[in-house]
């Protein structure tokens, strides 16, 4: 992903999530004061600065890759030193310490793209710590659910199976005899397929099926 310095950066996660990072902002640690004679020089050297292309990733921050705009800056600085020195001169303001303003400039820099590696690093610990808390409470939900299903059918075998299971030691079956156990049978698979469906839904939930009560086998 290459961009821009001046542009906002998003980051994208294999989630599908995204942490977006801008310049930060602070005035009080990142202040440089210049006098007003050479603004076009500092300017023309902030921006030749900013114009790098960055690919983030891969163990690749921004600290490191605004350190590597200082050689690329390298020519462009000693120019523009050279050119806010004889500016100030022919105003006779030779008590200015151009490569100081130059250098604190680089130092403000990279200290940007050190804080914006912080910034992308706690949002992204950030990011990960809901991503966590959402699987985490939709595998509550959905053990919930799956537990929830289970106790229905035992509800429903121990309230039918008594019955079935008589129907079922019968030597001859009536047409209603079939019915019920064929209704029985239905209702257990139908549970056991909702539960199979969660546990497929979420891992979490699974679920143990040798305790389930089994069906009987249809007549023939």
């Known amino acids: 992903m290459s961009l821009s310095a001046a542009l906002f950066l998003v980051i994208s996660q294999q989630s599908g999530a995204a942490v977006v990072a801008e310049y930060p ?9 210049y006098p007003s004679l050479i603004t076009a020089q500092v300017e023309d050297y902030y921006n030749c600065l900013r114009s790098g292309q960055y690919v983030v990733g891969d163990g690749r921050g921004f600290e490191a ?3 590597e705009d200082i050689p690329r800056c390298e020519k462009q600085s000693a120019k523009l030193e050279a050119a806010a020195t004889a500016r100030l001169a022919e105003k006779a303001r030779t008590g200015t310490d151009v490569a100081a303003i130059f250098e604190h400039a680089r130092r403000i820099h990279v200290a940007r793209g050190r804080s914006l590696d912080d910034t992308v690093r706690t949002r992204l610990a950030a990011s990960t710590r809901y991503q966590q808390a959402e699987a985490a409470e939709s595998d509550r939900q959905c053990i919930a659910k799956v537990q929830a299903i289970r106790e229905a059918r035992r509800v429903f075998a121990a309230a039918n199976g008594a019955r079935v299971e008589a129907v079922f030691g019968k030597s001859e079956y009536t047409d209603e005899d079939r019915r019920a156990m064929a209704e ?12 199979e469906a969660e546990v497929g839904r979420c891992p979490a939930a699974a679920y143990d099926f040798a305790s389930a009560p089994a069906a009987q086998p249809a007549p023939q």
Not at 25 to 33: I, K, N, Q, T
Not at 185 to 194: D, K, M, N
């Open 25 to 33: 902002d602070d005035p009080e640690s990142w202040s440089l004061e």
């Open 184 to 195: 029985y049978q239905g209702q257990l698979a139908r549970y056991s397929a909702s539960i």
């Open 65 to 67: 890759q605004y350190r």
